[in-house]
């Protein structure tokens, strides 16, 4: 019994030294291949970096207001480049908001005389030089500046076509492009409707009110919409990153607890202001009114009377849709005109504004 017990206990060693060899050859294995793929990635991305490359600088250029007239540069920039002799490109942008007054090629040391157009009503400027000497460049070099002067108001994207970039044999060398764009942007919220789920209402109940805002700029925006009858404040809500041309609904549930009133309440709506904006003529709309009575009402008079409950019987047992339904006898809002709607009338009758 003891001899098999001391050949057990050998057999299960021997088999954790395999596994643990196994394990050691594994990880082995994994290390090998992560230095691998790390070695890989890295000349992959030191060769993506060195790519021959024509861009736009800056990326991108925003104006939050417009100044009519107003001018700026563009560089159009190379890095990357080994053996350049020569370039051509086309470079297009939004002429209802841009126009090319100047430009200049660089470096003028070993520039001959260039050759370039611009299209103004199709929007593009074209450029084809060669240079006296070669240009070796990693880092980025300026070899034009473009100058453009500000119209109207727009999004314009700066996108290069039929571009060339020649060494000294003649041969085209490959690249990549990367564009730009320019925004001049307004600013301009707006809101564009109200709406009340009623125009008459007693004492005490809701009322829907649905304010419809709009962003008619270019800019998504962030801005407060506040609801209002007559002066009080019904209630404020955030509309948040509006895109252009979207609109939002805001729904907001009016309280008329004490509001009851001869006088029709004019349902309005304001949208605050956002930054920049200059058009603040739209951001705030008036449109419907509303009638606040006492409870028992029905006939709008001011005051609860013989008039109300004639007016009560007379659309007794209707429901909507039928033709001697009054949504004003249904006083307690459950869509029939019954016994309910005419207790209400007689525990408020005599009650007046």
């Not at 157009?117 to 034009?144: C, E, H, Q, R």
């Not at 060494?167 to 919220?189: A, F, K, R």
């Not at 962030?222 to 009858?229: G, L, Q, R």
């Amino acid at each position: 019994m003891r001899c098999a017990l001391l050949t057990s206990q050998k057999t299960d060693n021997l088999g954790g030294d395999n596994m643990n060899g196994k394990y050691k050859t594994a990880i082995v294995l994994v290390l090998a291949l992560t230095v691998t793929v790390t070695i890989a990635l890295t000349r992959r991305g030191a060769a993506q970096q060195l790519f021959p490359t024509l861009y736009i600088d800056p990326p991108q250029v925003v104006f939050n207001s417009l100044v009519v007239g107003q001018r700026f540069d563009i560089d159009v920039k190379v890095l990357n480049v080994t053996d350049l002799k020569s370039y051509e490109f086309s470079l297009s942008f939004n002429p209802n908001m841009l126009s090319v007054v100047s430009e200049s090629f660089l470096p003028e040391a070993n520039l001959p005389t260039p050759n370039w157009m611009v299209d103004g009503y199709a929007g593009t400027f074209w450029a084809n030089v060669t240079y006296d000497s070669l240009l070796n460049t990693v880092l980025p070099l300026t070899i034009a500046t473009i100058t453009f002067k500000i119209s109207n108001y727009g999004i314009s994207p700066l996108a290069f076509s039929n571009d060339k970039l020649g060494n000294s044999t003649g041969l085209l060398m490959s690249h990549q492009t990367v564009g730009g764009s320019v925004s001049v942007l307004n600013h301009d919220v707006a809101i564009v409707a109200v709406d009340a789920s009623t125009n008459e209402t007693y004492d005490g109940q809701l009322v829907n009110i649905t304010t419809t805002a709009q962003n008619l700029g270019l800019a998504s925006e962030n801005f407060t919409v506040s609801v209002y009858a007559n002066s009080n404040l019904i209630g404020t809500s955030q509309a948040l990153n509006l895109m252009p041309n979207q609109t939002t609904l805001v729904e907001m549930p009016w309280n008329t607890s004490g509001f009851a009133s001869m006088t029709p309440y004019v349902l309005s709506a304001q949208a605050s202001s956002v930054p920049y904006e200059t058009n603040l003529a739209n951001n705030a709309l008036a449109n419907g009114n509303v009638n606040v009575k006492i409870m028992g009402d029905v006939n709008g008079d001011g005051t609860v009377g013989i008039l109300d409950l004639e007016a009560w019987d007379a659309a007794y047992g209707s429901s909507q849709g039928m033709p001697n339904w009054n949504p004003q006898a249904d006083l307690d809002g459950n869509g029939t005109v019954d016994k309910a709607d005419g207790m209400l009338i007689i525990e408020n009758y005599g009650n007046h504004l």
